[in-house]
């Protein structure tokens, strides 16, 4: 038998775990990425300007990271919840 004509709960504790399990590699993916473009941008700059620019840059970029990665896992635990929510329905 489907899973789904057994019980409720277990597709939808299965989907909530493929959920998480997404959301986790995205955030990672999105934080490596973003490490390395930093530290790119950071060299580049010090080659080029004063220490106090790089700081402003540092700080603006981790801020437009963290802004970019919370987004992103708001909409996928939103999206995650709802089709959870459709399928538990």
């Given amino acids: 038998m489907h899973p789904l004509q057994n019980s409720k709960t277990e597709p939808v504790l299965e ?8 959301v986790v590699v995205v955030v ?6 973003v490490v390395v473009v930093a530290v790119v941008v950071v060299v580049v700059v010090a080659a080029l300007i004063e220490v106090i620019v790089i700081v402003v840059v540092v700080v603006v970029v981790v801020v437009v990271v963290v802004v970019v990665v919370v987004v992103v896992v708001a909409v996928e635990v939103v999206v995650e919840v709802v089709l959870v929510l459709v399928a538990a329905a």
């Fill in 15 to 22: 989907i909530v775990v493929v959920a998480v399990v997404e």
């Fill in 28 to 33: 990672v993916v999105v934080v490596v990425v």
